[in-house]
């Protein structure tokens, strides 16, 4: 449901017919069901791409989560792949300002992925405070129009991989959004221990998932 966001510009036109639910696309998909339905499709193929093909045993790079999000959403959006160039809000809340995204990412490459990535050598404790970190800054710098909360999914489980876990296992979270929110807004004030909190839980929780039976 993309009205949850406000925008202004070129990357806030809608398709047509979809009363403002769904972005313009190159597919002329106008129903926001439809729409989700295509792009958790295609986030399946990049997971089996990423996690199963060709998971990075290397530092990861912003560029990596560039050519991710153009592997995922390249025949659907024409932007995809590319720093948005609008602002965006949501819930009251503004993500980075889209003129600072070029230093932020910047910043956000070395200060977390060059540091904490690959996560093979990191200490349990160390492994879920990257996360943590990692998670809410590229949340908070929301650097693409579309998808950025699943793409920071996406880098949390390449980076629970690379340390031997599992991916994790998100339902904690999406069945108390109120403290998923709140640890983003704690993270934001420069508090992770929250964050650190859902994703300890969140990484046992898909450790688990491998041992139950099928």
Known sequence: MTNRYQTTGPEGEFEPGSNGQVLRNLVGIASADDMNDLELQLLSALYDEVLLRNLPDRPLTVADLRRWHRVWLGNVYPWAGQERSVNL???GFQFATAALLPGLLSD??????????????????????????????????HPFREGNGRLSRLLADVMAVQAGHEPLDYSS?????????????????????????????????????LSEPA
């Open 108 to 141: 956000f490459e070395r200060e977390c992925l060059t540091r904490w990535t690959p996560c093979g050598e990191l200490a349990p404790d160390e492994l879920v405070h990257a996360i943590a970190v990692t998670h809410v800054e590229l949340i908070v710098i």
């Open 89 to 91: 809000g949501k819930g």
């Open 173 to 209: 979270w999406e069945q108390n959004k109120p403290a998923y929110i709140g640890a983003i807004h704690s993270g934001f004030s420069g508090d992770y221990g929250p964050m650190g909190q859902l994703v300890a839980r969140a990484i046992a929780d898909g450790d688990a998932s």
